[in-house]
């Protein structure tokens, strides 16, 4: 946990909020400043500031919980659809460093704007990000791999915190 998020304060209950899940890794609860009545940020409880930190595992249970919730919004307040999003990195407009799903409720002309101009790329542009992106998403899949190397290397976790191929040191970069 982290003193200074204001995410952490909510879970440990220092901060009250009105919480809607709750079960020993996950919390669902209202958005006091909600783009709609309902809408539901769901954390995980540990203090995770982006993304690719969070264990394969749980980001697994934070969907599978928003779905969740998602599923109760349509139910319970008779909306026609809802937003599932994340915003990961200040560019992508993170203002808190603590990882959250955000469900959104949405009924026809509601006002909530989540449009953007489409950009089409040129060929040259595709193909090189293309080419980067494969080239940086040839392991995945591994992370099975990854689990049992983790549990059986627990007391021999040593690593370099240089270079530019640490993706620790590149997640850090990251962080709001």
Not at 5 to 26: F, H, M, N, R, T
Not at 79 to 100: D, E, S
Not at 150 to 158: F, H, L, Q, R, V
Request: glycine residues 8%.
């Amino acid at each position: 946990m982290s003193e200074n998020c204001i995410l952490c304060q909510i879970v440990k209950g220092v901060v009250p909020a009105e919480k809607v899940y709750e079960d020993e890794s996950i919390l669902a609860f209202l958005d006091v400043n909600g783009a709609n009545p309902g809408h539901c940020f769901v954390i995980p409880k540990e203090h995770y500031p982006i993304f690719e930190q969070i264990p394969d595992k749980l980001v697994g249970k934070l969907f599978s919980i928003s779905n969740k919730v998602s599923s109760a919004i349509f139910e319970s307040l008779n909306v026609q659809g809802t937003n599932l999003f994340v915003t990961n990195g200040i560019a992508a407009g993170q203002k808190v460093a603590h990882f959250m799903i955000n469900i959104i409720p949405r009924k026809e002309n509601d006002g909530v704007n989540l449009q953007w101009q489409p950009r089409q790329l040129s060929e040259e542009e595709m193909s090189t990000v293309e080419l980067k992106l494969k080239g940086e998403t040839g392991a995945i899949g591994g992370f099975e791999t990854e689990e049992k190397q983790e549990k059986t290397s627990e007391t021999a976790k040593t690593s370099s915190l240089s270079g530019e191929d640490n993706y620790l040191m590149k997640s850090l970069r990251r962080i709001p």
